[in-house]
């Protein structure tokens, strides 16, 4: 399991680094055996933070619970754009002003 928690952290990375002109400025990560945190920043204005545990889902079955935020800048209008998230047992769940909000029936 460790070597999973490890590979999601080094694939976020990754995908944290859309702008292939783009350097990595920051970079804090912390894996333990149950739990890991990370933090990127590149220097076109993308960060990244996330953090994930496992967590007992019945049944002698464990998931991992992730919460985090990414955000990045326009290039057209400078404008910066947040989105937060939780990805646990109800699925990944994104929120963020720019994002659309379903109607509660």
């Known amino acids: 399991m460790k070597a999973a928690i490890i590979?999601?952290?080094?694939?976020a990375v990754a995908?944290?680094?859309p702008n292939p002109d783009a350097e990595i400025v920051k970079l804090d990560s912390d894996?333990?055996?149950e739990s890991y945190v990370y933090s990127v920043e590149t220097s076109d204005g993308t960060k990244k933070d996330e953090s994930g545990k496992l967590k007992d889902v019945g049944s002698d079955h464990e998931g991992i619970v992730v919460q985090?935020?990414?955000s990045w800048v326009d290039e057209k209008t400078g404008e910066k754009f947040t989105?937060?998230?939780v990805a646990d047992e109800n699925g990944?769940?994104?929120?963020?002003?720019?994002?659309p909000v379903a109607p509660v029936v």
């Open 7 to 11: 590979f999601a952290c080094l694939l």
């Open 15 to 17: 995908f944290a680094r």
């Open 31 to 33: 894996v333990g055996p």
């Open 68 to 70: 985090g935020s990414y």
């Open 83 to 85: 989105v937060t998230y």
């Open 92 to 99: 990944f769940q994104p929120s963020g002003a720019h994002l």
